[in-house]
């Protein structure tokens, strides 16, 4: 286990439903990310909190909506989505971002199936 | 823009052989990590490498960067069924950003 969990594992939900991913990491991090992994492709970088902070958002589409409430939890909103949203998604933690030597420690993921 | 290109993106191979995982990206980037992922788990870091010529070895892995050709290498002796997994190498560009490659789905047989 790395410390960062994430609820639920796996989700299914109709293309009208609102949903809400969690995690939450216990390494007394700073900084806390939300990953999209697709088959067949590189894992993208949807956000990036720090210290409570938005700071990136890679041009995700609005029916995503981050909440970072503090430095422990990230909570990914989700309304209105599209079958091609269908994904794993995965939430990480570092100590904080932009140090030298930084690692991010994921977690699990969420396996995210729209209808 | 900073693209991660990792080959090969399949790998079968037999106990006990030698292989390299190689990982190229398109610009300058400081910082490069090895992740290891098993089938429904979370991305394990593997290494992390700083600089120019850095090496680091963990058992039957060995990382290696060269900044100058921007290239990194994941070198795996003796394999063991153990090592099978998929691996992604990851580069930092300067504005903080982590851009992962597509990874490496490696398949060790006996």
């Known amino acids: 286990e790395t410390g960062v969990t994430q609820t639920p594992r796996h989700l299914v939900m109709g293309m009208t439903n609102k949903k809400s991913l969690k995690c939450e990491q216990h390494?007394?991090?700073?900084?806390m990310y939300w990953y999209k992994q697709s088959a067949k492709k590189p894992l993208e970088l949807m956000f990036v909190y720090n210290f409570k902070e938005q700071t990136e958002n890679n041009s995700v589409p609005s029916r995503f909506s981050p909440e970072c409430p503090n430095s422990s939890h990230l909570f990914l909103h989700l309304h209105t989505l599209q079958p091609e949203d269908s994904a794993l998604y995965l939430c990480?933690?570092?100590?904080?971002?932009?140090?030298?030597?930084?690692?991010?420690?994921f977690g699990p993921g969420t396996r995210l199936l729209v209808l | 823009e900073l693209k991660v290109e990792q080959n090969p993106l399949f790998l079968s191979m037999q106990e006990g052989k030698n292989y390299t995982i190689y990982c190229n990206y398109s610009?300058?980037?400081?910082?490069l990590y090895w992740y290891r992922q098993d089938p429904g788990k979370s991305l394990e870091s593997l290494f992390v490498l700083l600089s120019n010529g850095a090496v680091k070895q963990e058992g039957r892995l060995m990382a290696s960067l060269d900044t100058k050709a921007r290239l990194s290498t994941l070198h795996i002796t003796a394999a063991v069924h153990d090592l099978s997994a998929t691996y992604f190498c990851a580069a930092f560009l300067n504005t903080d950003k982590l851009i992962f490659g597509t990874g490496t789905r490696l398949q060790v047989f006996p």
């Open positions: 990480a933690s570092s100590q904080a971002r932009g140090l030298a030597s930084e690692t991010q420690y």
């Open positions: 610009t300058t980037s400081d910082r």
């Open positions: 390494l007394g991090h700073n900084a």
